[in-house]
């Protein structure tokens, strides 16, 4: 009889931290909404006609929920990329460049491997290898961030910062160069199109929506799973939370640091690959600008829970997807959406705002993104 | 004149803070020329009530007088204004200033907009001639003892005209000599007028120094009396609320083998100063080593290299033979260590995890917390349970964060981790009862001196000479990084003691 009280307690007590984890983010949301409303009648619009084509275009019929579907999948990749470096004390700002890795590699892979071979390889070794070597590639490319931090103590958020650039540019250079699709017609930076048996199939017939949007549902169960239940996940969070007790308690701290950005490096490179096997086929120069950066939005706005990344994933997706149905019915501009994303983030990042106008009291400590300079 | 005038008097003071009642309607009175001793356990509202004559907090109720007029400190330059000078447990001061530049420090005296050192200096020089506090006004703060930086803090104050001092735990970071010094200098202020409100929570010290002593306890006055009409037990009972025992039960020591063996240790800090100099000792199973010294002299630095936070530079640590100098903390853990860390939240809890998780921090890896990667959250949910009623931890649930439990009790959950693991030969506390209260305090000990009895080596760190009396069977003393004596307890006296703290050069008796 006990022990079933203890569990019902444990269940409540489980629904409760997420309805206080969710508290601040919901209502943030709202009041961007209320907000982004006023801004728009100010502008001389309908707000409500406005809200009602968002939801229409992202929501309204299957294509639009496929859509919002294949928004959503890069979102969610790379805002797990950034919530578990988050967990692990370290702020990733690099998922810009590690995505862009991970998809260049990608394509490589997809489009260059069967030449080199010589012969044509079945999808079922061809589709995953391109993902897998792109995934690594993301990886190694923050691994190597997380080796400075770990032993020569050089912040991550500058290293991060300058691995973009060289990884944007280097880019840019390969797909203007070597890499160019050399179609006589092509005046774009892309690569040639992956082979067929790189590419993975949509999930059904005549929608874009493909099979990388569960991977990327189900990457969120494994980084939930692998942070909470193992024992590599426990260290993740120890050193994230209080790296002094992790050495202490003989965490191999240097060792965590460089793992966390290497899980965190595949995960963004994930996002790339998934990108160019799953909808382009192609690397595009300029396809990914922003998710990398979105990615932090969504990782402060899910405040670094998985389950926080989906659905703060899905609701950037249908911002962005319903967006052109807003501005057909509305004439209202797309960039509405951006300011309107800016406001969410502003006030989840400047909580107190939204606990004034709420009332809310602070419960417990604050959460703790990044160490902060040298930390 | 027996009864003087008062000076700084606290009416109906109430200071509410997020959960805690800090000051429940306190009254507190300092009378012209009297040391008056502020005395109470971590969390009993001494300070509080401190920072709010002083002006750092705002009181929810209640009204503060001095010298019989109400006024309104809103920050502590209205304190000042009216004649109220604090003392900080830790010091306000520069160290690459002069003792002169450190007192002006915002309050400068200048002369055709520049800084007018020699008028400065001559009212230090003035000041420490009145007060007998011998303080040169043109050295530089850094290099200067301890001792001789609180006499700047004092100056300071009187600089300001102070005529109500407050000294918040002044003697924690002085020798027992330089504590007798500064207890001389406190009578030689109050024979020349000034008050001083004295807040410890060392009992011998109110007893030696006090004209008047107010007991605190959880946030309110438990009584106001005078040392000739009290004692310790009768002072300990009020602080504490029951009983106290002040004494630790200890039988005679029967030391078994050598445990641990540390052989010529040197040890840099992170500034990459050498803060221990080949240092020799072991200790055996079956007896407490306690070292003693005045806080900052290497004793950090020789735990963190004996428990695998930090690489010696040379020398040799050995637990049962095996050679563990420098290795991580894990393999010194396997191998034997439990340690009762210096900093509990910095390194011996990870505040917001759960009770169930800090009891396995250490161990969290190996079966049954973890079956092939993958946590064990029954596992750990039984242990804590075990430890939490085995080690009396006062907490609602296992899963409630260590951050929200009293120091006290995060001592404890510290303690049952480190003691209960099943191959502990060695243990390294160091400053294991720092802030606590009484009741977790005698807990501690008795703690300590069980894994004593049961043949485990102990390396006692602390401050606190009654603790290193109290535990130790042998004692070394530390000094600017060495070990300058190393001498039985029961031979023994805390006058000797106290000269080799303060570096003296004196045979054992």
Known sequence: MQVEKQSVSLTKQILRSISEAGLIPLLAIVTAVVVGGIIIIIVGGNPIQAYAGLVEGSLGSTKALSETAVWSTPYIFAGLAVALAFKGGLFNIGAEGQLAVGAVFSALIGYALPEWLGFALPAIVHMPLAILVGMLMGGIWAGIVGWLKAYTGGHEVINTIMMNYIALNTTSFLLNGVMKDPSPTNVIARTPLIAKSARMPAIFDGLRVHWGFILALLAAFLIWWLLNKTTLGFEI??????????????????????L????????????????????????????????????IAIALLGKSHPLGIVLASFLFAIMRNGASRMQFLTQLPVDLISMLQALILLFVAADAIVRYIYRIKSKGERVVLTRGWGG | MSESQIVLEAKGVTKQFPGVLANDNVDFDLRKGEIHALLGENGAGKSTLMNLIYGLHHPDKGEVFVNGNHVAIHSPNDSIAAGIGMVHQHFMLIPVFTVAENVMLGDETTKRGSLDHLAVAAKITEISKQYGLDVDPNALVGPLPVGIQQRVEIVKTLYRNAEIVILDEPTAVLTPQEAEDLFRIMRDLTARGVSIIFITHKLKEVLAVADRITVMRAGRVINTVKPSETDSAQLANMMVGRQVILTVDKKDHEAAEEILKVEGLTVRDQRNLETVHNVSFTVRGGEVLGIAGVQGNGQTELSE???????????????????????????????GLAHIP?????????????????????????????????????ALDENSRKLISAYDVRTPSPFVNAGKL???????????RELSRNNV?????????????????????????????????????????????????????????????????????????????????????
Not at chain 2, 349 to 372: E, G, H, K
Not at chain 2, 406 to 416: H, R, T
């Open chain 2, 406 to 416: 009293s120091g006290g009790n995060q001592q404890k959950v510290i303690v049952a």
């Open chain 2, 342 to 378: 210096e900093d509990r939240q910095r390194h011996g809890l990870v505040l917001s995890y759960t009770v169930a998780d800090n009891m396995a921090l250490c161990d969290y890896y190996q079966i049954p917390f973890s079956v092939r990667g993958v946590i064990q959250p029954k």
């Open chain 2, 425 to 509: 030969k060695l243990v390294v506390a160091n400053q294991p009862t720092r802030g606590l209260d009484v009741g977790s305090i005698e807990y501690i000990h008795s703690e300590i001196i069980k894994m004593r009895d049961r043949g485990v080596a102990v390396l006692l760190i602390s401050a606190e000479l009654d603790e290193i009396m109290a535990l130790s069977d042998r004692i070394a003393v530390m000094y600017r990084g060495q070990i300058v004596a190393i001498v039985d307890s029961k031979k023994t006296t805390r006058e000797q003691l106290g000269l080799w703290m303060a570096g003296a050069h004196v045979e054992p008796a």
């Open chain 1, 260 to 295: 966390t950005m290497v899980l965190s490096g595949m995960l963004a490179g994930l996002a790339g690959s998934i990108e160019v096997t799953g909808l382009n086929y192609r690397h595009e120069l300029g396809f990914s600008i922003g998710y990398g950066y979105d990615a």
């Open chain 1, 237 to 258: 969070r120890t050193v994230g939370l209080n790296p002094d007790a992790a050495q202490y308690a003989g965490i191999n701290v240097k060792r965590t640091i460089i």
């Open chain 2, 305 to 335: 290299a004996l428990t695998g936070l930090r690489s010696p530079i040379s020398g040799k640590v050995t637990i049962s033979g095996k050679d563990l100098t420098g290795k991580p903390p894990r393999i010194i853990t396997e191998a």
